[in-house]
């Protein structure tokens, strides 16, 4: 299968202190990758350059033959908007706003918010009974719910969370990756940054980051390379 | 979605908004208020400076040459000439009659009064005159209004106002009798009051007009008459008539007309002109032009202070809604991280500031119409003419300066990098 990510030679420092060394990785069109690591391990440094909110001190970061390394602020907002789903730790939704409009906010940043086709990617997740609701109103499985139907509303190539899971108890975290696995079954590529072991086994590949460089592991899934 | 936005925003941080409207409110207030004063001012300041004195003379067509001492003509060379008293009511007929904000004739000779020769000076004291709008009350006492009495006016006849000077000289005060004798014949007056000026007026003595003419045997006649008109300030086009000898000769059709029809000193003196043929009208100057000068000052002073609110309230937006972005930045990460550019988040902002500056400037313009009324009674003893145009430039002004005031909030904004705002 294609490549959609492929990243070779990703250095990042902060002054003295380098996140991310020569990293070299790429993902597959329709790949669950689960990233992990220990804390300060390089990986949500990783994900921030793959979503285009960071750049790289060096390297190469071609997401569906797109190189974000020298892009402007500008050219890195419409690559956000039209490539990536961004799914969020702590949900960022906004908070006068209720579930549908949090999910046209988006749309709106993209082309022509449109009411149906948030309600209906709001029904996708299963809260076609929460459209109207503020995020205040909803648990945190809901309010991450909303955040994911957010992600999908401008149909990304690639769906870029950041411990999807970390805040939510355990059936909340249990219907989060049943979605994830069933937009993975529909083909949509998915980049998870977790702790969580359980979480990690459930994408297709994990890749292990330690002191910002890269361990591959085989997930037992797909017993490959 | 982005007005949603907008109302929400607004809505929800109802004490910042009430804020930044609060000081548009103020500034915008004060713009407005010196706006319909300003544009109210040339006929008020114009009422005002009237109290300064005529600004337009007319006197006979004489082949003579008038001399003068002190304002007084004292002799002509050549044969003396005379207007009519009957023919004064002509000066409110013409096309910037209702400017003719008063007038008085004079006639001039001389009286001896125990036995010290002294100016008499015949003139209205308050005089009603027949128009084709209905009488018209004029005379020394609405043109030259700065003139003291000590006493009374005079109010009927056989009654005098004589100079401070001369009455200390004589000795005379009010209530005091008095016969003046003039060419022969002599009348018994009272004095009703003791006028002072501070000029030549503190040595003459004062009759009405029909008294002087009777002692001095010129009946009906009258040899100067102070004019006061309320005036519009010089132009371009007026400082070019100026220069021309007849303006209806020198001017094109099109700007005569509209000379014409300008209430400059010079074509309301004009009109004077063609109302007396036999008589020679012109503008005093040194009034006129003081006039002028003063209210472009005056216009001058309120542009600054206008300009000083304006700057005020553009800091009192900026302070508020530079507190609203770092209450908003994690917002601004959040919509910059889905793909927003800052075209659409200075969007957001600066729609918010044109809402508020439209609720600031029609506050605004509310207060504004109660402080123009305020500064009409007190400054010029009457309320400013309401203006209904200054709304919405108001409304403009007050946008431009909350826009104004939020370029900085919003380019601080602009600057918000979206992974800082999302670690919070």
């Known amino acids: 299968m294609k490549e959609i990510i492929k990243i070779s030679g990703l250095s990042k420092a902060y002054g003295q202190v380098n996140a991310l060394h020569h990293v070299d990785l790429s993902v597959r069109e329709g790949e669950w990758v689960s990233i992990m690591g220990p804390s300060g391990s390089g990986k949500s440094t990783l994900l921030n350059i793959v979503?285009?909110?960071?750049?790289?001190?060096?390297?190469?970061?071609?997401?569906?033959?797109?190189?974000?390394?020298?892009?402007?602020?500008?050219?890195?907002?419409?690559?956000?908007?039209?490539?990536?789903?961004?799914?969020?730790?702590?949900?960022?939704?906004?908070p006068y706003l209720n579930a549908m409009e949090n999910v046209m906010l988006a749309q709106y940043f993209h082309s022509m918010a449109d009411e149906e086709s948030a309600r209906i990617a709001l029904e996708r997740v299963g809260l076609g009974h929460r459209l109207d609701h503020l995020p205040a109103h909803l648990s945190g499985g809901e309010q991450q719910r909303v955040c994911i139907a957010r992600a999908l509303i401008n149909e990304p190539?690639?769906?870029?969370?950041?411990?999807?899971?970390?805040?939510?108890?355990?059936?909340?975290e249990e219907a989060v990756m049943e979605l994830f696995q069933e937009l993975h079954g529909q083909g949509m590529t998915l980049v998870v940054v977790t702790h969580d072991v359980s979480v990690g086994e459930a994408g297709d590949r994990i890749i292990n980051l330690e002191h910002g460089r890269v361990l591959v592991k085989t997930a037992p899934k797909l017993q490959t390379a | 979605?982005?007005?949603?936005?907008?109302?929400?925003?607004?809505?929800?941080?109802?004490?910042?908004?009430?804020?930044?409207?609060?000081?548009?409110?103020?500034?915008?207030?004060?713009?407005?208020?010196?706006?319909?004063?300003?544009?109210?001012?040339?006929?008020?300041?114009?009422?005002?400076?009237?109290?300064?004195?005529?600004?337009?003379?007319?006197?006979?067509?004489?082949?003579?040459?008038?001399?003068?001492?002190?304002?007084?003509?004292?002799?002509?060379?050549?044969?003396?000439?005379?207007?009519?008293?009957?023919?004064?009511?002509?000066?409110?007929?013409?096309?910037?009659?209702?400017?003719?904000?008063?007038?008085?004739?004079?006639?001039?000779?001389?009286?001896?009064?125990?036995?010290?020769?002294?100016?008499?000076?015949?003139?209205?004291?308050?005089?009603?005159?027949?128009?084709?709008?209905?009488?018209?009350?004029?005379?020394?006492?609405?043109?030259?209004?700065?003139?003291?009495?000590?006493?009374?006016?005079?109010?009927?006849?056989?009654?005098?106002?004589?100079?401070r000077e001369l009455a200390s000289r004589l000795e005379v005060s009010a209530g005091a009798a008095l016969k003046l004798e003039s060419g022969g014949s002599s009348r018994d007056f009272r004095v009703a009051g003791i006028v002072s000026t501070g000029s030549f007026e503190d040595n003459q003595i004062f009759v009405d007009l029909p008294e002087a003419q009777e002692l001095l045997g010129l009946p009906g006649k009258v040899e100067k008459v102070q004019v006061s008109a309320l005036t519009k300030p010089p132009d371009e086009?007026?400082?070019?008539?100026?220069?021309?000898?007849?303006?209806?000769?020198?001017?094109?059709?099109?700007?005569?007309?509209?000379?014409?029809?300008?209430?400059?000193?010079?074509?309301?003196?004009?009109?004077?002109q063609e109302a007396f043929p036999d008589g020679q009208a012109k503008p005093v100057r040194q009034v006129a032009e003081a006039e002028g000068a003063f209210l472009g000052k005056l216009k001058l002073l309120f542009a600054l202070i206008a300009g000083m609110a304006a700057v005020t309230s553009a800091m009192g937006v900026t302070a508020t809604m530079s507190a609203t972005v770092m209450e908003r930045r994690g917002e601004i990460g959040l919509m910059k991280a889905l793909g927003a550019e800052n075209i659409h988040i200075a969007g957001q902002f600066l729609l918010e500031a044109a809402a508020i500056g439209i609720i600031g400037g029609a506050a605004g313009y509310g207060a504004g119409i109660g402080l123009a009324a305020l500064i009409g009674r007190l400054v010029f003893d009457s309320s400013a003419a309401f203006s209904l145009p200054v709304l919405p430039l108001t409304i403009v002004i007050s946008m431009a300066i909350a826009l104004l005031g939020s370029a900085l909030p919003v380019r601080r904004a602009s600057r918000i990098q979206p992974i800082q705002a999302l670690k919070g």
């Open chain 2, 1 to 163: 979605m982005l007005l949603h936005l907008v109302k929400d925003s607004l809505i929800r941080r109802r004490r910042r908004v009430a804020l930044a409207v609060l000081s548009l409110l103020v500034g915008t207030a004060l713009i407005s208020a010196l706006l319909t004063v300003s544009l109210d001012i040339e006929d008020k300041m114009g009422k005002e400076m009237r109290s300064f004195g005529a600004n337009i003379l007319l006197s006979p067509r004489s082949e003579s040459v008038p001399v003068e001492i002190a304002g007084m003509p004292v002799g002509e060379i050549g044969e003396k000439s005379f207007l009519s008293d009957a023919e004064l009511a002509r000066l409110k007929t013409i096309f910037w009659k209702n400017n003719i904000t008063g007038f008085a004739p004079y006639l001039y000779g001389s009286a001896t009064l125990k036995g010290e020769r002294a100016v008499l000076v015949g003139t209205w004291f308050e005089h009603e005159l027949a128009t084709e709008k209905g009488p018209f009350i004029t005379g020394v006492r609405k043109i030259a209004p700065w003139w003291q009495v000590e006493g009374e006016w005079p109010d009927g006849k056989g009654q005098l106002l004589i100079g």
């Open chain 2, 237 to 272: 086009l007026a400082r070019r008539a100026r220069l021309m000898e007849d303006p209806k000769e020198g001017l094109s059709p099109a700007d005569y007309e509209k000379w014409y029809c300008s209430p400059y000193i010079e074509a309301i003196t004009y009109q004077i």
């Open chain 1, 157 to 172: 190539r690639v769906l870029l969370a950041d411990e999807p899971t970390g805040n939510l108890d355990e059936k909340n």
């Open chain 1, 51 to 94: 979503c285009g909110l960071d750049s790289p001190t060096d390297g190469s970061v071609l997401i569906d033959g797109l190189e974000l390394a020298g892009l402007s602020a500008s050219e890195l907002a419409r690559y956000r908007r039209e490539m990536v789903g961004l799914i969020f730790q702590q949900f960022h939704l906004v």
